[in-house]
């Protein structure tokens, strides 16, 4: 006879030696962000205006070979919502500003 209660283990036994080892994570150079979008942007394939402050999902890079006074430069990567074409931007910490980068234009 098996009741409810044994049925909904929650407790399982986990081995002393493997409950306290330490797992290594693997640092992502890209991560999801959610992003909103700075300013009114176009894109250039099929000419669709993407409003400020609308929310994506982007893939946030760390621009590798740039720095302004050992600033981080980051490059988001997303798609636009009309014809799904890459459009790309790039911090400016120089103007406090985005710099429009691929297939999109202010």
């Known amino acids: 006879l098996v009741l409810m209660s ?8 986990q081995n002393p030696e493997e ?7 693997k640092f992502q150079k ?3 962000v959610r992003f909103m ?3 009114d942007l176009v894109c250039k394939n ?3 205006i993407l409003r400020q402050g609308k ?5 946030k890079e760390k621009v590798s070979c740039e720095n302004y006074l050992d600033l981080k430069i980051f490059r988001f990567y ?3 919502t009309n014809c799904k074409k890459g459009i790309s931007l790039k911090t400016n910490p120089e103007n406090s500003n985005y710099q ?3 297939n999109c234009k202010i």
């Open 37 to 39: 979008i700075p300013f």
């Open 100 to 102: 429009p980068e691929i």
């Open 46 to 48: 099929c000419l669709w």
């Open 78 to 80: 997303f798609k636009c």
């Open 30 to 32: 890209n991560f999801l």
């Open 55 to 59: 929310k994506i999902n982007a893939l």
């Open 19 to 25: 409950q306290f080892k330490k797992k290594k994570k």
């Open 6 to 13: 044994e049925r909904k283990c929650f407790n399982k036994f």
